[in-house]
């Protein structure tokens, strides 16, 4: 194999933000960009000469370019076998899946997940390792460290592989294999759930659904297993073909962007299901008949009924949830005497846990959940997991939301999304919050008189590695909280998140539209934060 080595100069906004380095996808066609920062992975490795990397990605634009240069760096790197998925795609679950099945060293996923895609929108990759997972932070802050000081990067000289020819080639020593992206992951959900209970369910009319894949890359996934394989009716997955700029829409499954979604499930005549996944198919969401599950209820009522899903009948070790999530799996766990863990924003910090068996389900409020079986949030196996409980509950999606408010309580919940604010601004909203957090304990506002304000620090309980400064936490006597993170996942400036909860025990009470429930919570936290005030704007872009 001819190996080439080409000079360059270091970038100087290569840090990887909560998952990966996300930037539009003109700043990774810069010269040598792509091709720096992947050296910087492989710079930050050990020992993974002769060994396996999986690679994929969710199809966006200029994901098969990518690919091809990964392909000729991996192999001039040393690995000795690459195993890629068809066309160059693989949802993040099913990469995770696939890592941990062929135990491959890890894995190069391709992906900026719910933000738009295009050739003036944005791209993604982040480093995935040998437990399916993403890379922790003491790889990344390595790898940011490489990306600072690289002055050269390996290429293998050889053609381009046909990535959408199912087989294996070797070229220079390396094995390539380029395989069916759906089956291994159809595979191991038809080990999960009841799949012959679930056909039953759809046979009979019981259950009816609809599914919208977004144009991304769950289509493929989504049409196999529920149309293919559950039988669910041809049409049941719509916008199911994977595009590259995600047929112009805004692959983020949530009531503003799902809009062609939300018309059937609010409509006449709605179907007993409805659900949505993401670009890169690692989040979810969930709907019945007139009704939005929100992603803080729906992971409390998995952890609830995980004993009906094959797959965890025999229990569950805990849970955890990350620290903006609403506190309703928390009753669960109490209820259930379960252990329950609050980590971090990021699906990384979950992996420990998982790994050392102290959880078994988890989840984030930014519409991702997941279990053991993979170590990535997992889309499409949640909704199986929802299709899974309504066929044994026999109650409608409404029923099952409301029977566990009733026995937990009701945590009414939103967020809260300032987009793309300027990131002085953001920053200088972040620090008036934390000059503020020492004087707030017993200051009052109405009913709501604050118990702790702090900002986040979180020990790992497995590794005891520290992660500080994870979000402003305001939390009020009454058990209500009000939360603000500035996320790490938008490409343009910064993203303001609001995250607030009011706990209502009063069953009277559980049909509070969220929005007219936490006005007073709204309120405070704009006298908080003056988002309003800083940056002009009158309201959020998003509210979930």
Not at 1 to 11: D, G, R, S, V
Not at 384 to 389: A, M
Not at 467 to 477: L, P
Not at 502 to 515: G, L, N, W
């Amino acid at each position: 194999m001819t190996t080439t080595i080409t000079k360059t100069t270091p970038y100087d906004d290569q840090k990887p933000g909560t998952s990966g380095l996300r930037k539009k996808v003109k700043v990774f066609q810069q010269p040598k960009y792509l091709e720096n920062f992947v050296q910087s992975i492989f710079d930050s490795l050990e020992d993974f000469q002769g060994k396996t990397l999986v690679i994929g990605g969710d199809g966006r634009y200029f994901n098969r370019k990518a690919i091809q240069i990964i392909i000729k760096m991996a192999a001039a790197n040393g690995f000795g076998e690459l195993i890629i998925g068809q066309g160059g795609l693989l949802s993040t679950p099913a990469a995770s899946n696939i890592i941990r099945k062929y135990n491959a060293f890890g894995g190069i996923v391709l992906s900026a997940s719910h933000n738009p895609g295009g050739p003036e929108e944005d791209f993604g990759i982040k480093y995935n390792v040998g437990n399916g997972g993403p890379a922790p932070e003491k790889f990344t802050d390595k790898l940011y460290e490489n990306t600072k000081t690289i002055t050269g990067y390996k290429k293998a000289r050889f053609g381009d592989i046909d990535l959408d020819l199912i087989g294996e080639v070797e070229k220079g020593g390396v094995k390539i294999r380029i395989i069916d992206s759906v089956a291994d992951y159809a595979e191991l959900m038809a080990k999960i759930f009841d799949f012959d209970l679930l056909k039953q369910s759809i046979h009979n009319g019981f259950i009816t659904l609809r599914f919208d894949a977004m144009h991304a890359i769950t289509g493929p996934y989504a049409k196999h297993i529920l149309e293919d394989t559950l039988g669910a009716a041809p049409g049941s997955v719509f916008n199911a073909v994977p595009l590259e700029d995600f047929g112009g829409g805004h692959p983020d499954p949530n009531m503003a962007h799902a809009h062609e979604l939300c018309e059937i499930m609010f409509g006449a005549d709605a179907p007993t299901f409805g659900a949505a996944s993401d670009g890169d198919g690692d989040r979810n969401m969930v709907m019945g008949a007139n009704i939005f599950v929100t992603p803080s209820d729906s992971l409390a009522i998995m952890a609830a009924n995980a004993k009906l899903i094959p797959a965890y009948a025999k229990g569950i070790s805990g849970v955890a949830r990350s620290m903006p999530t609403s506190q309703a799996v928390d009753r669960v766990a109490d209820k259930l005497s379960l252990p329950c863990y609050e980590t971090p924003t990021g699906w990384k910090f979950f992996g420990n846990l998982l790994d050392a068996d102290k959880i078994t389900i988890c989840g984030e409020e930014s519409f991702g959940s997941g279990s053991n079986h993979v170590r990535e949030k997992d889309g499409l196996w949640a909704v199986l997991f929802w299709l899974n409980l309504i066929a044994r509950k026999r109650e409608s999606v409404e029923d099952i939301v409301h029977e566990h408010w009733q026995k937990y309580g009701r945590d009414i919940y939103c967020r809260h999304d300032y987009e793309a604010v300027d990131s002085e601004i953001a920053n200088g909203i972040v620090a008036h919050l934390r000059s503020q957090l020492s004087s707030l304990p017993g200051k009052s506002w109405g009913d709501y008189e604050v118990k702790f304000a702090d900002e986040f620090s979180y020990t790992d309980p497995v590794d005891g590695s520290v992660s500080s400064n994870q979000g402003i936490r305001i939390g009020f006597v009454n058990g209500s909280r009000i939360v603000f993170r500035l996320s790490g996942t938008g490409t343009v400036g910064a993203t303001l998140r609001i995250y607030l909860e009011r706990y209502e025990r009063d069953v009277s009470k559980h049909d509070q539209d969220a929005q007219v429930a936490l006005a007073e919570l709204i309120t405070i936290a704009e006298q908080l934060c003056e988002v309003k005030k800083r940056t002009g704007r009158t309201e959020p872009d998003v509210i979930t």
